[in-house]
């Protein structure tokens, strides 16, 4: 059974760069065709989806937060990361890292089936 | 505002049948894109709940089906029960926005 697991800072100063880390666990996040993402959701507010990274490095990211955002892999640790600079108070959030399968089946399949339990991260000074 | 639109909220008594909407575009739910359902029970992550408009991951109970039709996918829950009572959201492939996008949630309750 895979386990998915954030952990990072609950609070982080305006203008500096949040850092979270998903640690993978009941498999190798190297292997298989999965994609690797990051979800967020606001209090009392809908999923909003970060973005993402493939066992091969490469990354899909939402264009509004593009330029803010890096996702990294780490396969020596099964981890994978997420950083976001210039943060203000409309990145807090619940932070969640999710496993998902993405391809073409004779129909476009992109869903997520393991989540992690989320975790909360204040921005504020 | 979500790229997908869903209703904010529905209800229904036990055992009643409950659809939800969602309506997407030409960018995201259409032709061969599929679209996901999420259930989130209140404090909890989000849960796979229907995927490629109308798959069940094993553990799912049959009472939940989804569809798709033209820009547009459904959710139904049969049989309402009280466990049921949750956020729902939909998501999809945007192949404008080269991302997922989501619904902007429905909330469930159970009268």
């Known amino acids: 059974q895979v386990q998915l697991q954030e952990s990072g800072p609950g609070l982080v100063k305006p203008s500096q760069t949040l850092s979270l880390t998903c640690s993978v666990s009941g498999g190798s996040i190297s292997s298989g065709t999965y994609f690797w993402s990051w979800i967020r959701q606001p209090a009392g507010k809908g999923l909003e989806w970060i973005g993402r990274i493939y066992t091969s490095g490469s990354t899909n990211y939402n264009p509004s937060l593009k330029s803010r955002i890096t996702i990294s892999l780490d396969t020596s640790k099964n981890h994978f990361s997420l950083k976001l600079t210039s943060v203000t108070a409309a990145d807090t959030a619940v932070y969640y890292c999710?496993?998902?399968?993405?391809?073409?089946?004779?129909?476009?399949?992109?869903?997520?089936?393991?989540w992690g339990q989320g975790t909360l991260v204040t921005v504020s000074s | 505002q979500s790229v997908l639109t869903q209703p904010p909220s529905a209800s229904g008594t036990p055992g009643q049948r409950v659809t939800i909407s969602c309506s997407g575009s030409?960018?995201?739910?259409?032709?061969?894109?599929?679209a996901n359902w999420y259930q989130q029970l209140p404090g909890t992550a989000p849960k796979l709940l229907i995927y490629s408009n109308n798959q069940r991951p094993s553990g799912v109970p049959d009472r939940f089906s989804g569809s798709k039709s033209g820009t547009s996918a459904s959710l139904a829950i049969s049989g309402l029960q009280s466990e049921d009572e949750a956020d729902y959201y939909c998501a999809a492939w945007d192949d404008s926005l080269n991302g997922v996008v989501f619904g902007g949630g429905t909330k469930l309750t159970v009268l």
């Open positions: 030409s960018s995201n739910i259409v032709g061969t894109n599929t």
């Open positions: 999710a496993r998902c399968t993405s391809g073409y089946y004779g129909v476009w399949v992109d869903f997520c089936d393991y």
